[in-house]
């Protein structure tokens, strides 16, 4: 069996679908010369994170893809065009989503960062899914609507906003210098 083959089974079939509406949505479009005969290895030259995958499996991939309603492929002035559709972007997020991490810098800046947020009852499914992820995340319930971090995330924070349709008034994120007394913060985050 051909080595690139042996590699593809190895992977889930999920890993080519994010690898694509990853690119998809990272380059917010992809075009390709449409009057070439080589649109596929056209466009495995232009994404090399898929020349893993079999050329097969890739446009399948892409033709499941545009059947399922998540891409959009069109083609205009001899260019083919594919971006996400309002599905494809949602389902791009949750990959987004789940990879999300705060990196640790070497050195705290000795500043938390607070989130509150109240979000109303009608969006209980979001709240509870928020709490979720500040919790793998690595934040601190200080209060019932209030946690914290000490490093940097605010993108990762206008992330999960945007991902879960909440407004400013509904989740803010606070830099703040003075928490009070912080000892049992700082012992539970390792921090000097």
Aim: hydrophobic share 35%; glycine share 4%.
């Amino acid at each position: 069996m051909d080595s690139k083959y042996k590699y593809y089974f190895k992977k889930p079939r999920s890993e080519i679908v994010k690898d694509i509406l990853d690119a998809c949505l990272t380059s917010g479009l992809v075009m390709i010369a449409a009057t070439s005969p080589y649109f596929l290895i056209n466009l495995l030259k232009t994404y090399p994170k898929w020349k893993k995958y079999p050329h097969k499996k890739v446009y399948n991939t892409f033709y499941r893809l545009k059947k399922q309603g998540l891409i959009k492929v069109e083609s205009k002035n001899k260019q083919i065009y594919i971006s996400l559709t309002r599905d494809g972007r949602k389902k791009a997020g949750i990959y987004q989503i789940n990879n999300l991490k705060i990196g640790k810098p070497k050195k705290w800046d000795k500043k938390w960062r607070a989130l509150i947020f109240d979000v109303a009852q009608l969006k209980r499914t979001y709240r509870e899914a928020l709490r979720g992820k500040l919790k793998e995340l690595g934040f601190y319930q200080l209060q019932k609507s209030v946690w914290v971090h000490p490093f940097n995330c605010k993108a990762e924070i206008e992330l999960l906003k945007d991902f879960f349709g909440f407004s400013e008034k509904e989740m803010r994120l606070m830099i703040v210098e003075n928490i009070g007394n912080d000892k049992e913060l700082k012992k539970l985050f390792i921090l000097t």
